[in-house]
Each structure stands twice: as C-alpha cells, then as structure tokens.
C-alpha cells in the first residue's frame, strides 16, 4: 500500500505563495490519479484540486481556481500543490490522497490512500 507523507505547510502573509509536496512510496504511483484536500477547524474536508495519471487533465475547487496548481512528476514519486494569492481562508490542514484509479476525481470516496496532512496558516 502506498504511504503519502505531505509536506511544506507553513505560516504565510496573505497575498503571499506556498508550494506543498506529497511523497509517495510503497506502491505504483505513476498509474492513479492524486489529489489534494484540506480542512479547516471546525469545516468538512474540502476537495482543493486533483490531477490524472499522465498529468494531463486537472481539475480544481471553485475557492482555488486560478489560483492554485496542480501538477505531478512521476519520476519523483511526487505530486505538488502551488498556492499563490493565498488568503485567510486558506488556513487549514492540506491533505493528499491517492484515487483508486487514474483519472483527477473529484470527490473524497474516490480516493483510497492518504497522507497526515501539512498545516497552512494564512495570516491577514
């Protein structure tokens, strides 16, 4: 089973960029699709953005769109999340989550595997 370890979560200014990281290991990373979620104190997780096996279909979150990417380097085993323009309403724990096939899904349920989680904190 494919263990995912998240990192480069911190504390940011406002209007400011975050790039996190998501390392897989133990399993066939190149073949699924991956994602990212988060979730606030207090909030339901929330989907942020998610990408296809290849890379070449992503899909986002109406809060990010525009804002933040997605993308993937299957010859490292890992998959990034790039936030610029974050907000206070960014804050929250970031989570990636392998899809239990290769297309960039949607919802939680499509996802088998997940990391701990990277702590973002936006300040105003």
């Known amino acids: 089973q494919v263990q995912l370890v998240e990192s480069g979560g911190q504390l940011v200014q406002a209007r400011g960029s975050l790039r996190l990281f998501c390392a897989a290991s133990?399993?066939?990373?190149?073949?699924?699709?991956m994602g990212w979620f988060r979730q606030a104190p207090g909030k339901e997780r929330e989907y942020v953005a998610s990408?296809?096996?290849?890379?070449?279909?992503?899909r986002y979150g109406d809060s990010v769109q525009g804002r933040f990417t997605i993308s993937r380097d299957n010859a490292k085993n890992t998959v990034y999340l790039q936030m610029s323009n974050l907000k206070p309403e960014d804050t929250a724990v970031y989570y990636c989550?392998?899809?239990?096939?290769?297309?960039?899904?949607?919802?939680?349920?499509?996802?088998?595997?997940w990391g701990q989680g990277t702590q973002v904190t936006v300040s105003s």
């Open positions: 989550a392998q899809g239990r096939g290769g297309s960039a899904y949607l919802t939680s349920r499509q996802f088998a595997n």
């Open positions: 133990g399993g066939t990373f190149s073949s699924y699709g």
């Open positions: 990408i296809s096996w290849s890379g070449a279909n992503t």
